[in-house]
């Protein structure tokens, strides 16, 4: 079968401490499952190297990643020293633009073992996906401030939604919900108060709809959601959202089930003419940066969400890569049933740690 070429970007802060973590356990898998995967590393894409050059990135980094099947990537961000507009619009935001990654795929889940700060909730009874659209809503640098440094100061910010963008972000989480058991969508919305946006999109909702009467749907405003998120967070199945309030919304699912440091993300460009990237949903983690004691597993699910999708490439037999996937996944259950644990789920062990005990689960 075919190999598969995967960009390995650490990043800044705990993503040099976690994106090593999930490399131990895909190889582990590669060699258990015979998988055929090459790793090359950049050094790029991180605030060292900005500080050391002035860019973010080599002017070649298009093409140095073009020919990647998917990019494995930790976290960018380190405010103490680059402007956080500058480090995430050189790099990550780049990438999910450039490489039409309009997907972003952040399940929620609650595990077995995972003390949970909503009560009363038990495993299973949290398991959702949070669809997220990637590339364009409240994130633009599309606007400008007049009279700066004045009493008249002014700042426009716009947002855009394409028809485009907003249909194939839209179709997706339809199909999902459709895919699934409940096949139940929440529509996040806000056309109480955005006025043409949100009530536009909840219009686009309503079209693409129509092409799934067994998904049963069900709109509801961005601030009663996060509410429900705590209060009933079982009625959720599938839940998409535009870039801003899915970012929102896949911080505030995870912290439901424990911590951010489990919650991994899929940035998918479904249509597969660029690399997809794959990365946990969290940052650099500049408080514990440094001391070995973030929490790898976002990471190594995210790394495990990446063979799901290669497994899918069209004229691949993708089944070891599935089941690849499904080990990992039961590394990670297995672990957090009774495994080390870092200090953001109650525990004393360090990173490595975490990320030998999965690999040694998953080595069997
Ligand atoms: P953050 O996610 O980095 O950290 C928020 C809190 O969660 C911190 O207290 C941190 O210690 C904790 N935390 C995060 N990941 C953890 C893990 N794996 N284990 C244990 N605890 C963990 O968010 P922030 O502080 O808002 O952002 C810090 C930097 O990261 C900023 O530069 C920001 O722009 C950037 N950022 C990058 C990404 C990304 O690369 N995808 C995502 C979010 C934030
Ligand atoms: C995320 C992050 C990014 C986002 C930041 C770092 C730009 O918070 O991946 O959720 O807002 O998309
Ligand atoms: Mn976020």
């Given amino acids: 079968t075919r190999k598969f070429k995967i960009a390995a970007i650490a990043g800044d802060g705990i993503g040099k401490e976690v994106l090593p973590e999930g490399l131990k356990v895909l190889e582990v898998a590669a060699r ?41 990537f930790g976290a960018v961000g380190w405010p103490a020293t680059v402007p956080d507009h500058i480090s995430l619009w050189g790099s990550l935001l780049k990438f999910r633009r450039e490489f039409d990654q309009y997907i972003n795929l952040r399940p929620v889940r609650l595990f077995d073992g995972v003390p949970c700060p909503l009560a009363n909730r038990k495993p299973g009874d949290i398991d959702f996906y949070v669809v997220r659209e990637n590339t364009e809503g409240e994130y633009t640098n599309l606007g400008g401030i007049m009279f700066p440094g004045t009493e008249r100061e002014m700042v426009i910010q716009e947002s855009v939604f394409t028809r485009t963008g907003t249909d194939r972000v839209l179709k997706y989480a339809f199909e999902l919900a ?27 909702a309503d079209a693409i709809g129509k092409d799934y009467p067994d998904v049963a749907t069900d709109k509801q405003h961005i601030d009663i959601l996060t509410a429900r998120f705590v209060l009933q967070p079982t009625r959720f199945d599938v839940v998409v959202a535009s870039n801003l309030f899915g970012d929102i919304l896949s911080d505030l699912g995870p912290a439901c089930t424990g911590t951010i440091g489990l919650a ?27 001391k070995g004691i973030a929490n790898p597993i976002a990471q190594i699910w995210s790394g495990a969400m990446m063979l799901s999708f290669l497994a899918d490439t069209p004229g691949v037999d993708g089944q ?3 089941e690849a996937h499904d080990a990992i996944l039961a590394a990670i259950e297995q672990s957090l049933k009774d495994g080390p644990r870092t200090a953001d789920l109650g525990g004393n062990a360090n990173t490595v740690q975490v990320g030998d005990a999965i690999a040694q689960l998953l080595q069997g």
Avoid at 264 to 290: K, M, Q, T, Y
């Fill in 320 to 322: 070891r890569y599935r």
């Fill in 178 to 204: 459709n895919s699934r058991k409940r096949k139940h969508l929440t529509v996040a919305t806000k056309s109480n108060g955005i006025a043409i946006s949100m009530p536009w999109w909840d219009g686009r």
């Fill in 264 to 290: 991994p993300s899929g940035n998918l460009n479904p249509d597969r003419n660029f690399p997809s990237l794959f990365e946990p949903v969290h940052g650099s983690a500049p408080d514990i940066a440094g």
């Fill in 32 to 72: 258990r499952f015979g998988l055929d995967l090459e790793f090359t590393h950049f050094e790029w894409a991180s605030c060292d190297y900005y500080l050391k050059t002035g860019t973010m990135m080599p002017d070649n980094w298009k093409e140095q990643l073009s020919g990647m099947d998917a990019i494995y």
